[in-house]
């Protein structure tokens, strides 16, 4: 073909794109950016209204510390070989953890649907992985802020009172409370998806997670107790959290170590399956 019938012929389109199939998404695997946004926005949104959600348990757990001390100071200084005050502090931080954590999770998605946002979080190209991992996300990372904000205060206090805070094993410390928030920002958003109103959801809370905190070991040790509430809390995962994490700052536990790794793990797993089906399937969401 000549030079000049190369330069009147018509230009080739460009090959189009292959079609998606239906539902496919473009962000591969992972919408990372999505779920970053989605963290964010959870993260957001308890600083915004940081005297509530941070310096309001701080201020419940300097008080319940004060009153256990000036109320069983005198007759319970010692449990086991450990002072009251040194026992008592890490279980009102992990107390700390745990209500946070799920107040965090079941409040953002009971407010959506209370208000109708909820789609705002569902019409995204966000699975139901992602959802979970950001929900979850967010609740630990405030259940774990308002703990190092709780431990540093009560470590001040105890040195006041010339009882300072030990740390005897950072590993114990770190993996179980991790592993509180997680557990419970997990139980909040089955407690906010499950709830209709805020009334359920204080329902919720009030005969699930209120018992399961009190009846722990937070305030005392398990073994002092009648059956069949020493049969209740060793069978309580809220106790092993507990145990475990008091155990990086005494040095010593109630159970089996290996028995609290292996419940909270298992739980931790079953929680996530569970968290997953409930908002891949749209329960109480999409209707």
Same mark, same amino acid.
């Given at each position: 073909?000549? #030079?000049?019938? $190369? @330069?009147?012929? +018509?230009?080739?389109?460009?090959?189009?794109? +292959?079609?998606?199939?239906?539902?496919?998404?473009?962000?591969?695997?992972?919408?990372?950016?999505? $779920?970053?946004?989605? *963290?964010?926005?959870?993260?957001?949104?308890?600083?915004?209204?940081?005297?509530q959600t941070i310096v309001a348990p701080l201020i419940s757990t300097i008080l319940f510390l004060i009153v256990f001390i000036q109320a069983l100071g005198s007759s319970r200084s010692v449990v086991g070989d450990v002072p009251y005050v040194e026992f008592l502090a890490p279980g009102l931080?992990?107390?700390?953890?745990?209500?946070?954590?799920?107040?965090?999770?079941?409040?953002?998605?009971?407010?959506?649907?209370?208000?109708?946002?909820?789609?705002?979080?569902?019409?995204?190209?966000l699975s139901a992985a992602e959802l979970t991992v950001a929900f979850v996300l967010g609740a630990a990372s405030r259940g774990m802020l308002v703990a190092v904000v709780t431990a540093l205060t009560c470590a001040a206090f105890m040195a006041m009172s010339s009882t300072?805070?030990?740390?005897?094993?950072?590993?114990?410390?770190?993996?179980?409370?991790?592993?509180?928030? *997680?557990?419970?920002?997990?139980?909040?958003?089955?407690?906010?998806?499950?709830?209709?109103?805020?009334?359920?959801?204080?329902?919720?809370?009030?005969?699930?997670?209120?018992? &399961?905190?009190?009846? @722990?070991?937070?305030f005392y040790a398990v073994t002092r107790l009648p059956e069949p509430f020493l049969t209740f809390s060793r069978i309580n995962p809220v106790f092993y959290l507990i145990d475990g994490f008091r155990y990086g700052f005494t040095g010593s536990a109630e159970a089996s170590l290996a028995t609290g790794v292996a419940?909270?793990?298992? &739980?931790?797993? #079953? $929680?996530?399956? #569970?968290?997953?089906?409930? *908002?891949? @399937?749209?329960?109480? *969401?999409? @209707?």
């Amino acid at each position: 073909m000549s #030079a000049e019938a $190369l @330069s009147t012929a +018509p230009a080739r389109a460009p090959a189009a794109p +292959p079609a998606r199939a239906f539902g496919e998404r473009r962000f591969g695997a992972v919408n990372w950016f999505g $779920l970053q946004t989605l *963290l964010a926005k959870e993260v957001r949104r308890y600083l915004k209204v940081s005297f509530q959600t941070i310096v309001a348990p701080l201020i419940s757990t300097i008080l319940f510390l004060i009153v256990f001390i000036q109320a069983l100071g005198s007759s319970r200084s010692v449990v086991g070989d450990v002072p009251y005050v040194e026992f008592l502090a890490p279980g009102l931080i992990m107390m700390a953890i745990l209500t946070n954590a799920f107040a965090n999770s079941s409040s953002s998605i009971i407010i959506g649907k209370v208000q109708g946002s909820i789609v705002d979080v569902l019409m995204p190209p966000l699975s139901a992985a992602e959802l979970t991992v950001a929900f979850v996300l967010g609740a630990a990372s405030r259940g774990m802020l308002v703990a190092v904000v709780t431990a540093l205060t009560c470590a001040a206090f105890m040195a006041m009172s010339s009882t300072p805070m030990h740390v005897s094993h950072f590993w114990a410390i770190l993996y179980f409370s991790l592993a509180a928030a *997680l557990m419970f920002g997990m139980l909040g958003v089955i407690g906010g998806v499950w709830a209709d109103k805020f009334d359920q959801l204080a329902a919720f809370t009030n005969f699930v997670i209120t018992p &399961l905190t009190f009846l @722990s070991g937070t305030f005392y040790a398990v073994t002092r107790l009648p059956e069949p509430f020493l049969t209740f809390s060793r069978i309580n995962p809220v106790f092993y959290l507990i145990d475990g994490f008091r155990y990086g700052f005494t040095g010593s536990a109630e159970a089996s170590l290996a028995t609290g790794v292996a419940v909270t793990l298992a &739980l931790n797993a #079953a $929680l996530a399956v #569970a968290c997953y089906a409930l *908002l891949k @399937s749209g329960y109480k *969401l999409k @209707s």
